[in-house]
């Protein structure tokens, strides 16, 4: 098998991979991360098929602006989940229960609901709402019903989290993509 066909091999498997992590990104998990990673793991081992002196598959700059991007989308999920809890009316405590809960539920929906990628929203979106009811209610701050608006929005911040997050994963799959066909 000559070079040329096995890097398009390469990069036609790493392509199938990414998208599948964007469709992890959906899921509220963390696809964008996964993608670099593989990105990376992929320069670890061109060594053993690259003649000597040849470039890496993925230039270091190519993944240094990957990782940049991907903590916009990280800080742009973050964001939106707590302006969502925060204009309902959710305390730090409700808002970092919704984060936390919101972890969980989806760790839990995956292995609980064997549907793939359901089971993992389902989960991100129960785990938030109960993290940020538990987070209202401790100590007695707040009643259950107080804490339900909270949770309402925390909600709808994590969802408008995770669509504000998709697009930049999309940006890492082009990103990277193009780098791994690159000439």
């Known amino acids: 098998m000559s070079i040329d066909t096995l890097a398009i091999g390469i990069g036609l498997a ?20 996964l993608m670099i990673l593989a990105a990376i793991i992929v320069d670890c081992v061109d060594r053993m098929w690259l003649p000597p002196g040849s470039p890496l598959t993925f230039h270091p700059v190519t993944i240094v602006v990957a990782i940049v991007v991907g903590l916009v989308g990280e800080l742009l999920e973050f964001a939106m989940s707590a302006v969502g809890a925060q204009r ?17 539920g989806a760790l839990a929906g995956t292995a609980l609901i064997w549907i793939p990628i359901l089971g993992t929203i389902v989960g991100a979106l129960v785990g938030t709402a109960a993290g940020a009811v538990i987070g209202e209610t401790w100590r007695g701050q707040k009643s259950m019903k107080e804490a339900t608006q909270p949770a309402i929005g925390a909600v709808i911040g994590r969802v408008l989290g995770t ?21």
């Open 14 to 33: 790493y392509t199938l991979f990414a998208l599948l992590c964007v469709l992890l990104v959906v899921a509220g998990l963390p696809g964008t991360w």
């Open 88 to 104: 309902f009316g959710a305390t730090k405590r409700g808002m970092l229960g919704a984060m936390i809960g919101g972890v969980a």
């Open 163 to 183: 669509l504000a997050k998709l697009p930049v994963a999309v940006i890492v799959l082009a990103i990277l993509v193009v780098a791994v066909f690159r000439p």
